[in-house]
């Protein structure tokens, strides 16, 4: 199975600066049809996950533009370009490029 | 808009099964593969199963392998989780998610919870 490491666990973050994850994968995340399906999730207290970026860096409907994801192969980052008060929650890496499909450990976003 | 609704979460005892429902709807739900992912009190999200849009491709965790199956009733628009032998490492809030772009997870239900526990 593919393990998928996130750094840093927790990321304390004064309003309006950014802030970036990385998520790192055991082997690479290309899929044999040359895409890779790296997605990242996130979950805010006492509601379900959402998808916020799909296939590394297209943000899915509705996500502001201040999330913005990149990488290839084995490294990824989401990065938030100002944090705003209802981005904190645990945010996920996720790989689909092979099954079973495997998340991250989760880094949970809070404010300074 | 799409929805999701997951139901017949509850209390059971180690050993026993449970059914988990997941209706859909604000979409053709025959067209899109469908997911059960899991969460365990206090801990990060794990992915349970996978079907195809017409049932005939499935997928499975090792921890759920042979006492998990998931399927699916296209003219219902409802997705199944048959939970057997369960443990109680099983406790979560599993949810139903449908299929995206790119392979991702995009729409998810509120979730159920289940509580195995003698």
């Known amino acids: 199975d593919i393990v998928m490491t996130q750094t840093p666990l927790s990321s304390p973050v004064t309003l309006g600066q950014p802030a970036s994850i990385s998520c790192r994968s055991s082997q690479s995340l290309v899929h044999s049809d040359r895409n890779t399906y790296l997605s990242w999730l996130q979950v805010r207290p006492g509601q379900p996950p959402r998808l916020l970026i799909y296939k590394i860096s297209n943000r899915f409907s509705g996500v502001p533009d201040r999330f913005s994801g990149s990488g290839a192969g084995t490294d990824f980052t989401l990065k938030i370009s100002r944090v705003e008060a209802e981005d904190v929650g645990i945010y996920y890496c996720m790989q689909s490029t092979q099954f079973p499909h495997t998340f991250g450990q989760g880094t949970k976003l809070e404010i300074k | 808009q799409v929805q999701l609704v997951e139901s017949g979460g509850g209390v059971v005892q180690p050993g026993r099964s449970l059914r988990l429902s997941c209706a859909a709807s604000?979409?053709?739900?025959?067209?899109?593969?469908m997911h059960w992912v899991r969460q365990a009190p206090g801990k990060g999200l794990e992915w349970v199963a996978f079907i195809s849009y017409d049932g005939s491709d499935k997928y499975y965790a090792d921890s759920v392998k042979g006492r998990f199956t998931i399927s699916r009733d296209n003219s219902k628009n409802t997705l199944y989780l048959d939970m057997n032998t369960l443990r109680p490492e099983d406790t979560a809030v599993c949810y139903c998610?449908?299929?995206?772009?790119?392979?991702?997870?995009?729409?998810w239900g509120q979730g159920t919870l289940v509580t195995v526990s003698s």
């Open positions: 604000g979409f053709t739900f025959s067209s899109y593969g």
């Open positions: 998610a449908k299929s995206a772009s790119g392979g991702s997870l995009g729409n």
